[in-house]
């Protein structure tokens, strides 16, 4: 088990001051401490065991900066720090940690995608409530889900639209896409959906398409076309979710977001997943639904229906479902269910 | 003392430990475990009058508790907040902060409660018309629905309603249509706040109505 060590805050009025002395004992210029702590939370150390990183974060506390560690899966390919990050820190002086030199380039913890066209963007507070940050250049716009909107820059206009047509209001979401644009001057825009859970981010290349469970679609870019995709009867109607898909086809970023923690997993050959746990799926994949291990157990052990994959591909699995948080809530609802 | 924020974003918590003679105040109903031999005294929050106000006004309880350690050692006792989410701790030197209703938790002898009249456009921007004004010298712990994050707001800046969660005095609000009169009402965007000033913001990454809008139509 290894914990890494985030900077989440200022625990002081004076920033300035907590930058300085971050610089201090890092021993890095004073710029570059205001840059690394402007978007907090920031991870500074990863691979570092319960003691290392509880001293870090009291030497931390002492510069005025609030500061936490939290379990982290090294291999994690989503947090994706830098190897020599690891090394370094193991390798740092258990004794002195405050004075321990940092990785020259502290990974940019937050996923962040650079080196992908598209927009510039990062994801913060993930996985628990991730929360996507958009850096619209001048003269380009996104499409966003209705009312996920949460945070922007005031130069950026909203306009909304009819997206998808007829068919989003029956897939159960607001059929109004909002489209917010950056006319003259570039701006930020911090997008919230709805649902607690992690969010994930697909560069759609010409002619790629992913299918997406209705609910999951977030933001994308003008050109990233949404289309709703009646699954047939005996899909629709057993995967519990809705006859609907949203089919994502075009070119450009795609975010969507899961209830819950999400798993990426590549497809070749065959692969359940249960109809409830379900997020996307890239087109190659033919799916079949179909009931798991006999009657029997689709009344006794709970698992009912699943959807098996077949084919070359991905398939993002969310680690939660909404009908369970809905039977698990249920019974301590006290609303007259007679109106 | 010595306190900690422990837990992931989704559950986080506050960990505190008091050394002889030292005590902690925090929002009633907060203490989910502690050493026994710690004690505990319930508080008006300022007083009948304005305790009565911050209970129905700002969200808080019309009482505090004050955990004392009156042992010869040190001993520990965790906080929690009634949400899912994150916490945050705020180290105040002689200056003013204000909060959310509902985002106190607790803080050090030395920070004074108060309640704040926010304004009508925070209560119509459904921030509240009051607001908890926390000052003095000592350490405030704060949290919210939500992981939080920190934006330094030079200028202008948009916050969907029920984002924010606390933000320095320098900062004013004020209220806008998200954007045309039909996207905002058919856009589900509503009515937005537009935080003006100088200094720092912190947003909560998810709302109650973010959460509501998503699990409403799937009940029955």
């Known amino acids: 088990m290894t914990y890494k060590v985030s900077v989440t805050g200022y625990a002081t009025p004076n920033a300035a001051a907590a930058q300085a002395a971050f610089a201090q004992a890092f021993k890095i210029t004073p710029e570059k401490a205001a840059e690394l702590l402007t978007t907090l939370p920031r991870t500074i150390k990863v691979g570092l065991d319960a003691d290392t990183a509880e001293r870090y974060c009291q030497a931390l506390a002492k510069m005025g900066l609030n500061a936490e560690h939290s379990h982290h899966d090294a291999p994690a390919a989503k947090a994706a720090p830098s190897a020599s990050a690891t090394v370094t820190s193991a390798a740092v002086p258990a004794a002195k940690p405050a004075a321990a030199a940092p990785e020259a380039a502290p990974p940019p913890q937050p996923r962040a995608a650079a080196e992908q066209p598209g927009f510039q963007f990062r994801i913060d507070g993930a996985p628990d409530f991730a929360f996507l940050t958009v850096q619209l250049p001048a003269n380009h716009s996104i499409k966003v889900e209705a009312a996920a909107m949460a945070t922007m820059d005031t130069s950026i206009r909203m306009k909304t639209k009819l997206s998808g047509g007829l068919g989003r209001l029956v897939t159960g979401e607001s059929i109004f896409v909002n489209e917010f644009s950056a006319d003259t001057v570039a701006g930020e825009i911090g997008i919230a959906p709805g649902a607690p859970g992690d969010l994930a981010h697909v560069y759609l290349k010409g002619g790629e398409v992913l299918f997406l469970q209705n609910g999951a679609f977030v933001a994308c870019d003008p050109d990233v076309t949404l289309e709703t995709k009646w699954q047939g009867f005996t899909k629709g109607f057993f995967s519990g979710e809705s006859f609907f898909l949203i089919r994502a086809s075009g070119t450009g970023d795609l975010w969507f977001n899961t209830y819950g923690g999400m798993i990426e997993k590549e497809v070749d050959g065959e692969y359940v997943v249960d109809t409830g746990n379900i997020v996307a799926f890239t087109e190659g994949l033919d799916y079949k639904l179909e009931k798991f291990g006999g009657y029997k157990s689709l009344f006794f052990s709970g698992e009912g229906f699943v959807c098996r994959f077949r084919g070359k591909g991905r398939v993002w699995v969310q680690t939660r479902t909404s009908g369970a948080l809905l039977a698990w809530a249920e019974q301590y609802r006290r609303v007259g269910k007679e109106a | ?220």
């Open chain 2, 1 to 220: 003392m010595q306190a900690q924020i422990r837990g992931s974003d989704a559950f986080s918590y506050l960990a505190v430990t008091l050394e002889p003679g030292e005590s902690v105040i925090a929002e009633s109903d907060a203490m989910s475990s502690m050493a026994a031999d710690l004690d505990l005294q319930a508080r008006m929050n300022g007083g009948l009058i304005a305790g009565l106000l911050r209970k129905y006004l700002a969200g808080e309880s019309l009482f505090v508790s004050v955990f004392k350690n009156n042992t010869p050692a040190a001993r520990s006792m965790t906080l929690v907040q009634p949400t899912p989410g994150g916490i945050r701790a705020l180290d105040l030197h002689n200056d003013t902060f204000y909060l959310q209703p509902g985002a106190y938790l607790a803080s050090t002898e030395g920070i004074k409660l108060g309640l704040g009249f926010a304004g009508f456009v925070s209560w119509i921007a459904g921030e509240g018309l009051f607001r908890t004004v926390v000052s003095g010298s000592g350490t405030v712990w704060y949290g919210a629905y939500g992981a939080l994050l920190d934006k330094q707001v030079d200028g202008e800046y948009i916050v969907d309603s029920s984002h924010l969660v606390a933000y320095e005095p320098g900062i004013k609000l004020k209220l806008q249509l998200a954007g045309g009169l039909f996207s905002s009402f058919f856009g589900g965007e509503g009515l937005v706040t537009r935080v003006t000033g100088r200094g720092r913001i912190v947003v909560q990454t998810r709302s109650l109505t973010g959460l509501t809008g998503w699990i409403n139509p799937k009940l029955r």
